[in-house]
């Protein structure tokens, strides 16, 4: 029995948390409500139901605009109370729906002043995805010339990496080409300085491996790979390359590999039909290099090997607009400039970059990644000679697939902090109140069954206790449960209890007294009463059904003190308002609808008293 209850209270916690928790989909702000009237009521019953929000709630109603009357919108200044109350209110009834309306705005691109030179990353839709995340604790290790802190590098964070050419700690750049490559993966943005970077919030790991001439061996960069593994890395970009397959350059690609890092090569620039190692290997992603207008760039390997295609940029001339802009270093000075460059060197780094923000984003397993990224890709229909691989870089469609069924605690937090719960206000004007009718119900019947028990003996099985949960609230954490592109109502049917059915298709507060009555027990307990383990479940539903209902009749006097609170706003009482409405269809919220709650109520108890007798089992 106390297990049974403990795991009771569990379930109705998690159920609260979950029913409350409105998905990804829905976090928004608003500071007004939509009310859309039914198109079959009249004007003067519109303006009859205007007025009455007026009085009972102190706001005045509005049409939304001058043609707003013909679809019956009105919009009326309110919060989460005001909408909760709205929609347990009698309002309900008139109305098709009563949602917030939120507040949508341009999404604002980063302050970077140079930031609208850099169409490749507006081409793999950047925007959207940074919505999400920007690579908060993701690690990228650019294996290349080195790493120079330039000042649009300045407040992006950095980890231990090594210089592999002259063996010593610091990987400084001495050639500009690998300061370039962590430009576009994680450039410091939002700086008012300079251009932006994809996975700006990622960690940078410097490995250098080419010397300043642009040239490196096989065992350093493999050194590298294991470096980076062992290291903490999440994902690897390496934006060189060279003809010749090594073993000792695969072993490293799988050992890291098997410590779960993304590993991400340039396909090469002879414009060959196949790309050149690294990026041919298993387990490494090779890039391809589209220019701006979206094709293959002329110089760009292709073939074999090639599995994703990013912006690599093409310059006509002397023009700088067509190639990729970030801030590195001038090779024979050292000092920062902004230079665009092209090339697959420059392509392969957008892939590393998203490959960070889909990490971020909580998958884990770097074959997970990387069927995000080619799963989300934008596909090319006509491509024999496989130019682009499983299609073109698409960042904001990465994340979305990415965070797709996943509830992150940063996003739970956020859902706390939206909500107000992490503000002492909610706990102490009563904001979880709401918990209480339910809480009543599933210990109501538990106590009912202990009751009858105390008279006519009987062993506690999974059957009964199963049937109370069914009768007296169901699965009710998954009625508020959000799956992005489901359908709601197999949640709503699921989390409801038997009385709440009528309602959950349509997703409606208001009680059918088909099912918000003793029939259904009736016909359980005609069904199963035979059944040596089912007549337990169709009891333990009866009981359970017998404390919905009494609590819902008890709900009328604490819904009307809840309504007084509301109209004049007693502060400690607002969250009664939240407490469920008893409305019951076509009886209303008056003494007929709780005579009828409380008469039922009482029949069902009648009936499982009834059909319990002494000495019988339940298994």
């Not at 960070?356 to 090319?380: F, T």
Request: aromatic residues 10%.
């Amino acid at each position: 029995m106390r297990k049974l209850l403990l795991l009771g209270l569990f379930l109705i916690g998690l159920g609260w948390a979950l029913s409350n928790f409105s998905g990804l989909a829905a976090r928004g702000t608003y500071d007004s409500l939509i009310l859309d009237f039914r198109e079959d009521l009249g004007a003067a019953q519109i303006e009859s139901q205007v007025q009455a929000i007026a009085q009972k709630y102190n706001v005045t109603p509005r049409l939304n605009s001058a043609f707003s009357f013909a679809d019956h919108i009105f919009i009326v200044k309110g919060d989460r109370a005001t909408l909760d109350a709205l929609k347990k209110s009698e309002v309900k009834k008139y109305t098709e729906f009563i949602e917030p309306d939120y507040i949508y705005s341009a999404f604002t691109p980063p302050n970077d002043p140079d930031y609208g030179k850099q169409w490749n990353l507006r081409s793999i839709n950047i925007e959207s995805a940074w919505e999400d995340t920007q690579g908060e604790g993701s690690t990228v290790a650019v294996i290349d010339t080195g790493v120079s802190q330039v000042p649009d590098l300045k407040e992006t964070k950095f980890v231990k990496g090594y210089d592999f050419v002259n063996d010593q700690a610091e990987a400084n750049d001495d050639n500009g080409h690998g300061t370039h490559v962590a430009g576009t993966i994680a450039q410091s943005t939002n700086n008012e300085y300079g251009v932006a970077g994809i996975a700006y919030k990622a960690n940078l790991m410097p490995l250098k491996v080419l010397s300043g001439g642009g040239g490196g061996t096989v065992a350093d960069i493999a050194e590298s790979i294991r470096f980076a593994a062992d290291n903490g890395a999440d994902v690897i970009n390496m934006s060189l390359g060279g003809g010749g397959e090594s073993q000792l350059m695969q072993e490293a690609i799988d050992y890291a590999h098997q410590k779960g890092v993304v590993i991400i090569a340039a396909a090469g620039n002879a414009g060959e039909n196949a790309a050149s190692y690294p990026a041919r290997y298993p387990h490494v992603i090779g890039v391809s290099a589209l220019s701006p207008a979206g094709t293959k760039a002329p110089y760009s390997n292709f073939g074999a090997g090639i599995d994703l295609a990013a912006p690599g940029g093409m310059k006509e001339g002397d023009d700088p607009t067509g190639g990729i802009l970030q801030n590195t270093i001038d090779p024979t000075t050292g000092e920062p400039i902004f230079e665009s460059y092209q090339g697959t060197s420059m392509a392969a780094p957008h892939v590393a970059g998203v490959a960070a923000l889909v990490k971020a984003a909580g998958i884990k397993e770097p074959d997970a990644i990387e069927n995000v990224l080619k799963q989300s890709a934008l596909q090319v229909n006509d491509d024999a000679l496989n130019h682009y691989g499983a299609g073109k870089l698409d960042a904001a469609a990465a994340v979305k697939l990415a965070a797709r069924g996943q509830i992150t605690f940063h996003d739970f937090f956020r859902w706390l902090r939206d909500n107000g719960y992490l503000n002492p206000r909610f706990w102490i004007d009563g904001g979880v109140i709401a918990l209480w009718p339910k809480l009543a119900m599933v210990l109501g019947s538990y106590l009912l069954a202990w009751f009858l028990r105390n008279y006519f003996p009987f062993a506690w099985g999974w059957s009964l206790s199963t049937g109370l949960i069914a009768g007296s609230s169901g699965l009710f954490f998954l009625k508020g449960f959000y799956l992005f592109d489901a359908p709601q109502f197999p949640f709503r049917l699921l989390g409801s209890s038997i009385p709440e059915l009528g309602g959950a298709i349509q997703g409606t507060s208001l009680l059918n007294p088909i099912f918000a009555s003793a029939l259904i027990p009736l016909a359980l307990m005609a069904l199963l009463l035979g059944h040596a383990q089912w007549k337990w479940f169709a009891i333990g539903t009866t009981i359970g059904v017998a404390a919905c209902l009494g609590v819902s009749a008890a709900m009328f006097p604490l819904h009307d003190l809840g309504r007084a609170c509301l109209a004049y706003q007693v502060t400690p009482c607002l969250g009664l308002s939240a407490v469920m409405s008893p409305s019951v269809m076509w009886l209303g919220d008056g003494t007929i609808a709780c005579s009828f709650l409380i008469v039922n109520a009482l029949f069902c108890f009648a009936l499982a008293r009834l059909a319990v007798k002494p000495g019988v089992q339940s298994t």
